[in-house]
C-alpha cells in the first residue's frame, strides 16, 4: 500500500479559480506535511510546509492539514496558468524514527486553462 | 550560488560501468538527502547524512549503491555495475535540520544503456 496517495489527474481548472489538491497519508507517526511544485524536467520547489492542524495561509496558497483524518489538502487561489505543474505531497516522521527522508506522493499533475 | 548544486546534469553510461554523481549543498546545511525519481513518479528516499554521518540508507536499493559525505559539505552518491533499472533522476536536497524543509538540487539525469 502506498503510503502517501495522490490522485494523478490531471486535473483541469480555468485561470482563476481555486485549484484544490487533496493528499492522504498512511502513517499516523507523520509529524511534517510538505507540498512541492515541479515543472516538467525541473526539480521540486518547496510550496508550503505545515506541521499543525488546521489552515496555513501563504500569498495565494493555503495548506490544509486534519491529523484525525490524515489528510492534507493545497488550495491555490487566483490560478493563473504558471501555476501548471505536478504538485507533489510529501511527508515525515519525527526525526530518528526509522524513517529520516520524506515520502513523497505521485503527484498530481494541475493543468489551468486560460 | 545559493541553492543546491548537482553534477553532471546529464550522464550515459553502459550497463556494468561505475558512476559517481555529486551533490554540492546550501552552504551551511547540516542535513543532506539522497532521492531517486522515475518517470512520472515521486523522489523515493535514499539516503540521509546529518554533517558527514550517513544516518539512514535504508532506500538504497541494493549494495551496489553507495554515498559518502567525508567532510560534512559535498556529498558523492556512487553506483557500481550500473543496470538499466537504475535509470532515473537522482535528486540531492539539503536542508538547516533534519526537520527543517528540504531544498531540491536540479538533479541528475542518469541512461543506462
Known amino acids: 500500500q502506498k503510503e502517501v496517495e495522490q490522485n494523478s489527474g490531471p486535473l483541469s481548472v480555468p485561470e482563476g479559480a481555486i485549484a484544490s489538491l487533496n493528499c492522504t497519508y498512511s502513517?499516523?507517526?507523520?509529524?511534517?506535511f510538505f507540498w512541492y511544485r515541479q515543472y516538467s524536467g525541473k526539480s521540486p520547489e518547496l510550496i508550503m510546509f505545515?506541521?499543525s492542524n488546521g489552515d496555513k495561509e501563504d500569498g495565494r496558497f493555503t495548506a490544509q492539514l486534519n491529523k484525525a483524518s490524515q489528510y492534507v489538502s493545497l488550495l491555490i487561489r487566483d490560478s493563473q496558468p504558471s501555476d501548471s505543474a505536478t504538485y507533489l505531497c510529501a511527508v515525515k516522521r519525527l526525526w530518528g524514527g526509522g524513517a529520516d527522508g520524506l515520502t513523497f506522493g505521485k503527484g498530481t499533475h494541475l493543468i489551468i486553462q486560460p | 550560488g545559493a541553492g543546491v548544486s548537482q553534477s553532471p546534469r546529464y550522464k550515459v553510461a553502459k550497463r556494468g560501468q561505475d558512476v559517481a554523481l555529486r551533490c554540492d549543498p546550501i552552504s551551511g546545511h547540516v542535513s543532506l538527502f539522497w532521492y531517486q525519481q522515475a518517470l512520472g513518479q515521486g523522489p523515493e528516499f535514499l539516503t540521509y547524512?546529518?554533517?558527514?554521518?550517513?544516518?539512514?540508507k535504508s532506500g538504497l536499493p541494493s549494495d551496489r549503491f553507495f554515498a559518502e559525505r567525508p567532510e560534512g559539505s559535498v556529498s558523492t552518491l556512487k553506483i557500481q555495475r550500473t543496470q538499466q533499472e537504475d535509470s532515473a533522476v537522482y535528486l540531492c536536497a539539503s536542508s538547516l535540520g533534519p526537520e527543517r524543509p528540504q531544498h531540491f538540487g536540479d538533479g541528475t539525469r542518469l541512461s543506462i544503456l
Open positions: 502513517d499516523r507517526g507523520s509529524q511534517s
Open positions: 547524512f546529518q554533517n558527514e554521518a550517513q544516518l539512514d
Open positions: 505545515i506541521y
